[in-house]
């Protein structure tokens, strides 16, 4: 074997390094390592000749073992591309979204789904969608399967939820996978009753909620017919299951644009207050942008663009999140694929047993890559996403490709052109603002 002194090294290409003090700042992007480093070790790190000397061996063994320094046998970016690959196409794991209607009991203004016919999935197409469901799992073999309830309003047809969900059930006994499921609802109707039937008949787990802002704003934006207010009895039944004995994970999603960015810290503070949030309670915001346009042309001055929200994100949410004592310690994890839709482990069953590939296009019968009674792998519909090419030059060449994965195949698809995520553009900061958090925390403590 050759000595270190006669091997040759790199940096990681994904390394992301800010000058910081009289150091540096060193994040790397693919294992999340994140370090200081003094004047000394900056010096070393950027002159990688002194780092092979025999003095400094300690040193470079840190670097290496914190994969901050690699040997020059390794190819870090093909490496990535490899994974991206793999995952692509050979996973072990199989996703089903099911639709059971798309009616809903909000009428919020900003919603894609709007101006879709409301479908409630007919025991014919519940028949055929079981049959397609087990064909693929016969096809793939998952080890894993994972199963979304999605709407419109899912919980409108609970007992459409506990017929898939005895025939998972019943799937998993005769094929043997692991079976997890999760529910995407407005929550208004997701009582603590409901939630042990849920679990219990239909294995599911958790449960993704949207609050866009305290009582008022959120009433002002999420409202049921006739403006009813929903914050209440929404914020009621979250509160019922984070007290309950149910292991069972709640994640608020807020949907943020220029019109409630400035109330965030009003919800987060009534947030605060719930009960067994560390364990079970998890927050993320996400922008109301992009695509919404398309729909909100006459509002598009309230959306935030990419590269805005990242910035708010960084600035007012992390902050925030750190105040209220909220897990504000969040790198971003690696995407190999950004998203299932282009790989053929995704099946969207919409409500009148169409299949989709995209989580916005429910309900939107153009948008179909074909139907649960006659789906043909060979479709051009299908082959359109299943062979897109998410990835150009820019972004073989991109820093950020480990935690974007080429971003939103569906924008791109739009668009023509990248659509990169959020973090190419903050990351830095992002870095930056946690380090500091940390240390003020350090020395407050
Ligand atoms: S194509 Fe984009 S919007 Fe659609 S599910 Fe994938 S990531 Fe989401
Ligand atoms: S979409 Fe943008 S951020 Fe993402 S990998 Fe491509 S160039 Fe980088």
Redesign the pocket.
């Known amino acids: 074997m050759k000595s270190s002194k006669h091997k040759n090294y790199h940096k990681n290409y994904y390394n992301i390094e800010i000058p910081y003090g009289n150091g540096m700042l060193l994040y790397n992007i693919l294992n999340k390592n994140f370090v200081f480093l003094n004047s000394r070790y900056t010096y070393l790190y950027q002159n990688i000749e002194e780092l092979r000397k025999s003095d400094n061996q300690e040193i470079l063994k840190e670097f290496l073992d914190a994969e901050f320094v690699l040997d020059n046998s390794i190819d870090e970016r093909m490496e990535y591309l490899r994974n991206f690959h793999l995952h692509r196409w050979f996973s072990k794991k199989l996703l089903f979204t099911i639709v059971p209607t798309t009616a809903c009991n909000f009428r919020c203004p900003y919603c894609f789904e709007r101006g879709i016919k409301y479908v409630s999935m007919d025991a014919s197409i519940i028949e055929k969608s079981t049959k397609f469901i087990e064909e693929r799992i016969k096809i793939f073999k998952p080890e894993e399967v994972s199963v979304s309830y999605y709407g419109g309003e899912p919980l409108l047809e609970l007992n459409k939820i506990f017929k898939f969900g005895y025939f998972f059930k019943s799937l998993q006994n005769k094929y043997d996978f692991r079976l997890g499921a999760d529910i995407v609802t407005n929550g208004y109707l997701l009582s603590i009753n409901t939630v042990f039937e849920l679990y219990n008949k239909a294995n599911i787990k958790s449960a993704q909620i949207t609050l866009d802002g305290p009582p008022r704003i959120h009433d002002a934006r999420r409202f049921l017919r006739g403006k009813r207010k929903t914050f209440d009895a929404i914020y009621k039944n979250i509160s019922e299951i984070l007290a309950s004995d149910l292991d069972f994970i709640i994640r608020i999603r807020v949907n943020v644009d220029k019109t409630n960015i400035s109330y965030l810290e009003e919800l987060l503070k009534i947030l605060s207050k719930l009960p067994n949030r560390e364990e079970k309670l998890e927050i993320y915001f996400s922008p109301v942008t992009g695509e919404s346009d398309r729909l909100h042309k006459g509002n598009r001055g309230i959306f935030y663009s990419e590269e805005e929200f990242g910035k708010v994100y960084v600035n007012t949410i992390i902050p925030l999140l750190f105040k209220y004592k909220f897990d504000y310690e969040r790198y971003p994890d690696i995407s190999y694929v950004f998203c299932a839709g282009i790989t053929p482990f995704h099946y969207l069953i919409d409500s009148d047993g169409s299949i989709k590939k995209c989580f916005d296009l429910v309900g939107r019968e153009k948008e179909s890559v074909g139907h649960v009674e006659s789906y043909n792998d060979g479709d051009k519909r299908v082959l359109k996403w299943e062979l897109f090419e998410p ?1 150009g030059k ?2 073989l060449d ?1 820093k ?2 480990p935690i ?4 939103c195949p569906y924008k791109k698809m739009q668009r023509g052109e ?4 959020p ?2 553009y903050v990351l830095k900061d992002l870095l930056v603002k946690i380090y500091e958090l940390k240390s003020s925390k350090k020395v407050g403590q």
């Open positions: 990835l820019e972004c991109c950020y490709l974007c994965g080429g971003g990248n659509v990169c995520e973090w190419r």
